[in-house]
């Protein structure tokens, strides 16, 4: 029989490398979308991959039960990937409330849709490294204490470990993915590597004449969501549900970062970066370094993108989509 997933988020970066790998997969794929006046705007990273009009979209909320329970419902998922957030780190200061009932309830909520109307589906949550923050070892594992340090990530904590109690509680096979920071060519153009990527194409291009950034000082442990997708779907092919982090192990300044990425085009970043105030967060996390140990060991998952790959790669999507604008 053909395996059905539910994904919330599809239409996001993860969503839809996802949807891409499920469908390669033989699955039947179903997506949870907020009603929106732009239709036809939000379903660009499914059109961009060619999958858009091979998965299945409903109309739906994480802050509303009720429309998660007529979806679950009406599709029978055999695995559901919860991905939906307000997922913009410095927006959760500006917006910690619909952080809050988004990022941490609405999980909550999902997961009762789940135990109501498919108890027997496996669930998967999007954890994220900033729950940990203020770090507590040199390389953050599964067994890591926490200490978020902003809304956004006390909302994803709590998404965290109300998985953990409905696996215990419930039974259900519900396992959590602590993915540490994955890009792509599909990623919002708020995110520090896109917002790289896109100037340095214009720069290149001659449309913009500087990119103005904050803590370039800052380390991550950055990876290409298309190898991070693999993961969720492991997990949930796993007899046990369990945590997982999923990292490469190495970690990066967004300074290197965008040392490479002005360096795939042949220009020197330091005539290019400015440094603005406006752009450091209130709590900075200033390292973040993944120990996939676990994963690699038990799922047989390993990164197949290096940082240089990615980078280069988001370049040359960016250059090409700012001269396709430029056509039309």
Known sequence: MTKRALI???TGQDGAYLSQW????????????????HRGVEDHRLRWLG???????????????????????????????????????AS??????LTANITAVGVTNMLEAMRIEAPRARFYQASSSEMFGLIQEPMQRETTPFYPRSPYAAAKLYGHWITVNYRESFGLHAS?????????????????????????????????????????DAKRDWGHARD????????????????????????????????IAFGHVGLEMEKYVV?????????????????????????????ETDLNALITEMVDADVERIKREARC
């Open 275 to 303: 440094i603005d105030p406006a752009f450091y967060r209130p709590a900075e996390v200033d390292v973040l370094l993944g120990d996939a140990t676990k994963a690699r060991a038990r799922l047989g998952w390993a990164p």
């Open 22 to 37: 499920l469908l390669g997969k033989g699955y039947e794929v179903h997506g949870v979308i907020r009603r929106s006046s």
């Open 8 to 10: 919330t988020g599809i």
């Open 176 to 216: 959590s993915g602590i993915l540490f920071n994955h890009e792509s060519p599909l990623r919002g153009i708020e995110f520090v590597t896109r917002k790289v990527s896109d100037a340095v194409a214009r720069i290149k291009l001659g449309l913009s004449r500087e990119l103005r950034l904050g803590n370039i």
């Open 51 to 89: 999958i858009a009009d091979k998965v299945h979209l409903h109309d739906g909320d994480l802050g509303d039960l009720s429309s998660l329970l007529r979806i679950v419902q009406d599709t029978g998922p055999d695995e559901i990937y919860n991905l939906a957030a307000q997922s913009f780190v």
């Open 92 to 97: 959760s200061w500006r917006q910690p409330v």
């Open 228 to 259: 991070y997708v693999r993961a969720m779907w492991l997990m949930l092919q796993q007899e046990k549900p369990d945590d997982y982090v999923v990292a490469t192990g190495v970690t990066t300044t967004v300074r290197d970062m965008c040392r």
